[in-house]
T-cell receptor, first 114, second 111 residues
Framework: ETGVTQTPRHLVMGMTNKKSLKCEQH?????MYWYKQSAKKPLELMFV???????ENNSVPSRFSPECPNSSHLFLHLHTLQPEDSALYLC?????????????FGPGTRLTVL | AQKVTQAQTEISVVEKEDVTLDCVYE???????LFWYKQPPSGELVFLIR??????QNEISGRYSWNFQKSTSSFNFTITASQVVDSAVYFC????????FGAGTILRVKS
């Protein structure tokens, strides 16, 4: 595997389900990011991890819970979601989290909440 | 607060036409970076260019060119002689105190 991979690519869940999104990067980077992409809205940065430590949480509801066990893996745990949480969730990585760093993105997980 | 505005939601052109994607930003930072990313149908964003706030020199890379003007807080992207493979969503982003993206512009190039 190369670059940034995300699984699953598609996920349909009910509002009472618990599921997790997985992201893995094979680039030797130390920073990882979760983004939410909704139709016709700016790409929203949700969480940032730098050297496994969370450095940014952009007012994301607690029903989204990130986990970064090591610099190569990032998870987004989901529970009690709402239909408006349906979106494309993108993971990205960069060498470190610093202004101006080029990010490498995964293909995303298309989430549908029923 | 930092903000990026891509006023063009969707643009349709015919192959070989030139097209310019607009990006206007707001920031109080004196040092910042501007980016353009391309999102093809496969989903992953692909880095195209980065510019820092002290470098207003325009750049050309093949059919792509970028015009950075601090006086108007704009960082516009032009594709010359567009091709069908250019069809994608294009995002402008600002990275300073915080990292923010615009809403994206959908570019459709028809043959």
């Amino acid at each position: 595997e190369t670059g940034v991979t995300q699984t699953p690519r598609h996920l349909v869940m009910g509002m009472t389900n618990k599921k997790s999104l997985k992201c893995e990067q094979h680039l030797g980077h130390n920073a990882m990011y979760w983004y939410k992409q909704s139709a016709k809205k700016p790409l929203e940065l949700m969480f940032v991890y730098n050297f496994k430590e969370q450095t940014e949480n952009n007012s994301v509801p607690s029903r989204f819970s990130p986990e970064c066990p090591n610099s190569s893996h990032l998870f987004l745990h989901l529970h009690t979601l709402q239909p408006e949480d349906s979106a494309l969730y993108l993971c990205a990585s960069s060498q470190v989290r610093a202004p101006g760093g080029e990010q490498f993105f995964g293909p995303g997980t298309r989430l549908t909440v029923l | 607060a930092q903000k990026v505005t891509q006023a063009q939601t969707e643009i349709s052109v015919v192959e070989k036409e030139d097209v310019t994607l607009d990006c206007v930003y707001e920031t109080r930072d004196t040092t910042y970076y501007l980016f353009w990313y391309k999102q093809p149908p496969s989903g992953e964003l692909v880095f195209l260019i980065r510019r820092n706030s002290f470098d207003e020199q325009n750049e050309i890379s093949g059919r792509y060119s970028w015009n950075f003007q601090k006086s108007t807080s704009s960082f516009n992207f032009t594709i010359t002689a567009s091709q069908v493979v250019d069809s994608a969503v294009y995002f402008c982003a600002l990275d300073g105190n915080k990292l923010v993206f615009g809403a994206g512009t959908i570019l459709r190039v028809k043959s």
